[in-house]
């Protein structure tokens, strides 16, 4: 099995601590067509062998703000203010998860958006989210 990036990702722009252990995520594109990629290894896994629903939440969550913060010049600061999400199938040892965004809308304080988290071409994860705006850059 290999551990690395699907074709056309690389290692994520932007990173934490949190982020550093839960991934590795890749990245390819920026704004609206930003994609966040995953290949799911071992410490991705749940009881039942398949990748945890914490780990799939933690990727939508990051493909919603990052595509938001990137989509507008200079990128915008948010931070999460509401996540909901739907599983509609599973990631196994192996997988490369990826992700697809519209963002519906980027106001002054409130920002809106939807992903979809799919292996190859079956939507695993459908999630969506509201993003408080900061009127300060991000960094």
Do not use: W
């Not at 099995?1 to 991934?23: N, Q, V, Y």
């Not at 190859?120 to 459908?126: A, K, L, N, T």
């Amino acid at each position: 099995m290999t551990i690395d990036a699907a074709e056309g990702f690389t290692a994520l722009f932007r990173s934490s601590p949190f982020l550093d252990r839960t991934g590795p995520f890749y990245s390819r594109g920026q704004g609206e067509s930003l994609s966040i990629g995953l290949r799911v290894l071992d410490h991705h896994l749940n009881a039942r062998g398949l990748a945890h629903g914490g780990v799939l939440l933690t990727m939508a969550d990051i493909a919603l703000g990052y595509a938001m913060a990137t989509s507008e010049n200079p990128p915008i600061s948010a931070v999460t203010s509401h996540l909901s999400a739907d599983f509609a199938g599973s990631a196994r040892l192996g997988d490369c998860v990826e992700s697809r965004v519209d963002i519906q809308k980027i106001g002054r304080t409130l920002s809106f958006a939807n992903v979809y988290l799919l292996v190859g071409d079956s939507r695993i994860v459908r999630a969506s989210g509201v993003f408080a705006v900061s009127q300060t850059q991000s960094q």
